[in-house]
């Protein structure tokens, strides 16, 4: 029998992984996300289907080692503070060759100690070992693995047709029509909306992907209809709500008076009223369509965390105002950084400019020269208010926020790339309470140069403390999403397929673990340690179509450690899958040290 082997070194290095902010969630739950219009492949389906089918095994003294199978189901908490920085030189390249030592870390204007310190380098080529079968394998015997094309990049375009015009949206589809005409045969593109209407999960098929292009149109969830005579943007509203600006109340006021009252001056109490009545509910509308927005864009996050490979998001969109909503857009955030996804941000307004006289998506007719002029000042600050929220999520996730130009062409090339350098810095904030206050942060060089940086602007702290058994799962997920191999334990993944007949095969992953190599607590005679080993295995698309997680519970005796252990212990895992592409992923962690070992493997079953 030939088994595709991948062999992982012995050395043991600590290493410190980061838990994300509070929030309960199911990977296989992710991979079919409905707020977000994927559905579960008919792969996947039949994977879950098959689950009570696996039977594991592993080799060992049974009295001495217990195994147990559960759901591979995490949740997850804020341990340390992570920020992705992105340096760039005078010519605007990213910088790739700084150490820990050359930043300055600030949490609220206090130096702080980086405690974890990763260069990052999205675009190199992932190491996945390859073997060429050229042999015959007859039917009773197990058939090696191949390897097959897995998919290298994920990128989701997210178009924000709850707050774009059609006039933005026309030219922005047109534009991504041409932009993804030169997908890479490793690229995997999925088109989604605020409003969940008009998605198209992953797939490499270009026609597919033009065809949803052009469905797409303006969704608002509370606007619609012909606009009347007296409107109110979503900015002016805030502006007379929350700010109690009294002119901008003025503005509204003269407009009311003008359009429903012929500017009859003893009417002026009732249309000063209606302006407030205005206000409340613009405001309310825009709080709700920003909140929809948000919330779909950490639901993409999530979607996104539980593909292999370099993950990124295309955001397209006007913008939209964010008030009251900071934690919302900052737990994004938060979950972009540890799930490695960069958030990219294209202004699909281009080159903004208030047309003279008012935008005519808003009219307000009689009004009086002193109103439209402020109407038009109160115009171009809620356009740069609007950008706001798209160059926060961009700076903090290490994406390209592109503005102020009609070329979207160019801009969809800019947005869509990965920095080619960036770095994750990581910290215990000094002193924290745990009063879910926002702090800002600042990060700056020891020897600044020309160099310019971009970083989030701060975070919110958390409202209780960490769990360290979930800070354990939250690390196995990390590791099993990331594309990045890990050899901290003395572990080899092997794998090899049965086909029973033409459409059905069972794919075997064998985890073995060179017990004596691993740190061991010594009390009453045993020695003790608890493995946790996660088997998961993607389709060709990348979708998580099924994982299993095995506890190993250790109490050897020196005399089994010694005599019985020298070739340690095998566990297996069973997958029914059909023929295709399928990429496999293992993590194995231990108590003892805390340490991890993660390894891929590509297999192709003809």
Do not use: W
Request: with cysteine.
């Amino acid at each position: 029998m030939r088994i595709h082997r991948r062999s992982g070194s012995q050395s043991v290095r600590p290493r410190q992984r980061c838990a994300r902010i509070i929030a309960c969630l199911s990977l296989m739950f992710l991979c079919g996300s409905s707020q977000l219009g994927a559905s579960q492949s008919e792969p996947a389906a039949a994977a879950n289907n098959t689950a009570s089918a696996n039977t594991p095994q592993v080799d060992h003294p049974s009295a001495e080692i217990t195994t147990r199978d559960e759901a591979t189901t995490f949740k997850v908490h804020v341990n340390l503070v992570l920020l992705r920085v992105v340096v760039h030189d005078s010519k605007g390249q990213a910088v790739g060759n700084l150490h820990k030592d050359d930043f300055l870390l600030f949490d609220n204007r206090k130096p702080q100690v980086i405690t974890q310190f990763s260069p990052e380098q999205p675009g190199a080529p992932r190491a996945i070992a390859t073997e060429n079968n050229e042999s015959s394998v007859s039917p009773e015997q197990p058939a090696p693995v191949a390897v097959g094309a897995i998919p290298q990049s994920f990128i989701a375009y997210l178009f924000d047709d709850v707050h774009l015009e059609f006039a933005d949206l026309a030219r922005a589809r047109e534009a991504a029509v041409k932009h993804l005409s030169a997908l890479r045969p490793t690229d995997r593109v999925a088109i989604f909306t605020t409003s969940g209407q008009n998605t198209l999960d992953f797939t490499d098929d270009r026609l597919k992907l033009q065809q949803a292009l052009l469905t797409l149109q303006p969704r608002p969830i509370t606007r619609g209809g012909v606009a009347g005579c007296f409107t109110l943007t979503y900015y002016m509203a805030k502006l007379i709500e929350d700010q109690h600006d009294p002119e901008a109340l003025q503005v509204a006021a003269m407009d009311a008076l003008a359009c429903d009252f012929q500017n009859d001056r003893k009417f002026a109490s009732a249309a000063q009223q209606e302006a407030e009545a205005l206000a409340r509910q613009m405001l309310s509308e825009g709080n709700h369509e920003s909140h929809v927005a948000l919330t779909v864009i950490d639901n993409l996050v999530r979607r996104l965390s539980v593909m292999p490979g370099q993950r990124s998001i295309v955001l397209v969109s006007p913008g939209f105002l964010t008030p009251e909503l900071e934690f919302e857009y900052s737990s994004a955030i938060d979950h972009a950084v540890r799930s490695q996804v960069t958030i990219g941000a294209l202004d699909a307004r281009g080159l903004y400019v208030v047309p003279p006289g008012g935008d005519i998506a808003n009219p307000s007719t009689g009004t009086s020269a002193l109103s439209a002029g402020l109407r038009q000042q109160y115009a171009m600050s809620e356009a740069s208010a609007d950008a706001d929220i798209l160059q926060i999520l961009s700076d903090a996730t290490g994406g390209t926020f592109f503005h102020n130009n009609n070329d979207l062409v160019e801009g969809f090339r800019q947005v869509a790339s990965t920095p080619e350098y960036s770095y994750v810095l990581g910290f215990s904030p000094a002193n924290l309470k745990l009063d879910g206050r926002f702090h800002s942060l600042k990060v700056t060089l020891k020897n600044p140069e020309h160099f310019t940086i971009q970083a989030r602007r701060g975070y919110f702290a958390p409202k209780h403390e960490a769990d360290p058994a979930q800070e354990a799962k939250q690390e196995i997920e990390d590791a099993l999403f990331s594309q990045e191999e890990m050899h901290s334990l003395p572990v080899q993944l092997h794998t090899q397929f049965f086909k029973s007949s033409d459409v059905d095969a069972k794919l075997t992953v064998l985890a073995h673990i060179d017990v004596r190599q691993l740190r061991l607590r010594k009390a009453e005679g045993r020695n003790s340690n608890e493995l946790t080993v996660v088997s998961a295995l993607f389709n060709g698309n990348g979708n998580l179509l099924q994982g299993i997680q095995k506890t190993v519970t250790m109490h050897l005796k020196d005399e089994t450690l010694e005599r019985k252990m020298g070739s340690g212990i095998t566990l297996r895992t069973s997958f029914d899958v059909k023929p295709g592409n399928y990429l496999v992923r293992l993590v194995v962690r231990d108590a003892e040290a805390q340490l991890l070992s993660a390894e891929s493997g590509a297999v192709r079953i003809p």
